[in-house]
């Protein structure tokens, strides 16, 4: 029997069938559990009674899809290792799963380092990718025993080579990662004029280079960047071979995204191919691809304002959740995302709680005008809970009738979660809204500005068996 666990050490809250009969189902049995686990868990908060911070918001995640994008990974990218790039979610049943499936992970601090080797994880499938090391971190580091890192400037080899020498290092160079959605090149990356410079002094001081890496950016869109990326690793290794380096791995970082992920991966197995022999190992430090779409976000509207447009009588309503951008939303001011809203509960309905029909529209303002959810939704790998859940629905044929603005609950003016939502539902304070692919770069980067928490309760759900076996769920 499968049974959904939290992350508060409470007991299991449903069981939900063996994962043979979960895998054989496929991404419909996935959004039934995932929808089941959310309606479970709001059904538990009673509004009249419960206790301050009872109906935080909270997440409800499935292992079943993390499960699944490493074997596609595996499927597209067989001669990759991909090294989990921890920053982006550092959930402990995720990295618990990635360490069972033979994933490597890409570390950028003590604690991410730390984290993942109180698993058990052995120190040689880390990778401490941040090449302007802290120095107490790197004592740490050498102490340790993880030797793979990066670097791309001379004081970093200078400060390497007085506290770990041993280290196998990794130069990273830059890229062109203007298509990217969070530009990394600015920051970090050798330039190619910079190379011979960087291996001359790090031979000088005897240091171990063993590798070339880069990163296109995250949330990469242009397959090309790839393309150069390898090409100008391959000239870093000929340079290197001169100076008596005989560099053994290249990392191609992150930046792979769900929605192109096919496109992406054949486009940089092919260059692979041409400028790297078979015996050259790759990794890679993948982060969004793996979390992203496995993370749904279920939020309880805690106030809501009328709007009264006196010149054209027309009503409009300013919804406050209790979640916002200080939280986990803050992937909106710190990875450019545009989270969709959709109506997971309201007293409105006659049933109280369901899930938008597939072909029900709700929108939502971004810079370039309403997008609907539906939209968004289908042209990613992930779809919109839908209609096959087991309630019916009483959702409205028009799909503008009402006008909302979403906010999150700190006194902060820019706290806005979405400034124009069109839903054809009547939302009121204590409903639950739920934001679909909230696993990246989310609640890493959440804070407790006005003492609202930053520690949210996870549902854990499981539709794959592979993944179930492994996790013990
Ligand atoms: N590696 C490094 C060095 C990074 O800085 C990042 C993201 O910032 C990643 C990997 C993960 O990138 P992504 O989530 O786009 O795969």
């Not at 959810?373 to 009402?402: F, K, Q, V, W, Y």
């Not at 304070?429 to 309760?457: I, P, Q």
Request: proline share 4%; aromatic share 10%.
């Amino acid at each position: 029997q499968l049974s959904v666990k939290t992350n508060c050490n409470t007991k299991p809250v449903a069981g939900y069938g063996n994962g043979a009969e979960q895998a054989r189902d496929g991404g419909k049995t996935a959004k039934e559990m995932i929808g089941r686990a959310l309606q479970e868990r709001i059904q538990a908060v009673d509004p009249h009674s419960c206790e301050a911070g009872e109906e935080d918001a909270f997440f409800v995640a499935d292992m079943g899809e993390v499960y699944r994008q490493h074997m596609r990974w595996k499927k597209h990218l067989s001669r990759v290792t991909p090294h989990y790039a921890v920053k982006c979610n550092p959930d402990p049943v995720v990295l618990r799963l990635l360490a069972a499936l033979g994933a490597g992970f890409d570390c950028a601090s003590k604690a991410e380092i730390e984290q993942v080797l109180k698993m058990g994880v052995d120190p040689s499938r880390i990778i401490y990718a941040q090449p302007c090391k802290t120095k107490s971190y790197l004592r740490y580091t050498a102490k340790q025993n993880v030797k793979q890192m990066t670097f791309d400037n001379t004081d970093e080899l200078y400060k390497v080579k007085e506290i770990a020498p041993d280290a196998e290092l990794y130069l990273r160079i830059l890229t062109d990662d203007s298509a990217s959605l969070c530009r990394l090149s600015q920051k970090f990356g050798a330039s190619m004029d910079n190379v011979h410079e960087l291996l001359t002094l790090a031979k000088s001081l005897d240091l171990n280079v063993a590798g070339v890496a880069f990163h296109v950016g995250s949330g990469a869109s242009d397959p090309t960047a790839f393309l150069q990326a390898v090409s100008d690793a391959r000239i870093v290794f000929d340079q290197a071979a001169v100076l008596g380096y005989t560099l053994h791995t290249l990392d191609v970082g992150g930046g792979f995204v769900s929605e192109t992920f096919e496109e992406m991966a054949a486009v940089l197995s092919g260059a692979l191919d041409k400028y790297f022999a078979p015996q050259i190992r790759i990794i890679a430090e993948p982060g969004r691809y793996y979390t992203s779409s496995a993370f749904t976000l279920a939020c309880n509207v805690i106030a809501r304002r009328t709007v009264e447009d006196r010149e054209t009588g027309t009503k409009s309503y300013m919804l406050y959740l209790n979640d916002g951008v200080y939280g986990n939303f803050s992937s909106i001011m710190f990875d450019h995302q545009h989270p969709i809203p959709q109506v997971l509960s309201s007293a409105h309905r006659s049933d109280g709680f369901n899930y938008l029909p597939s072909n029900a529209s709700t929108e939502c303002l971004t810079d370039s005008g309403y997008t609907s959810a539906e939209e968004s939704i289908s042209s990613s790998s992930t779809n919109s809970l839908d209609s096959t859940s087991p309630h019916g629905n009483s959702t409205s044929s028009n799909p503008r009738s009402i006008e909302y603005s979403i906010w999150g609950p700190t006194c902060d003016g820019i706290d806005c979660i979405a400034e124009k939502w069109a839903s054809p539902e009547t939302v009121d304070v204590g409903d639950w809204l739920y934001f679909e692919d909230m696993g990246a770069y989310t609640k890493c980067s959440a804070t407790r500005f006005n003492g609202f928490t930053d520690k949210h309760e996870c549902v854990y759900v499981c539709s794959e068996g592979g993944a179930s076996a492994l996790l013990g769920f």
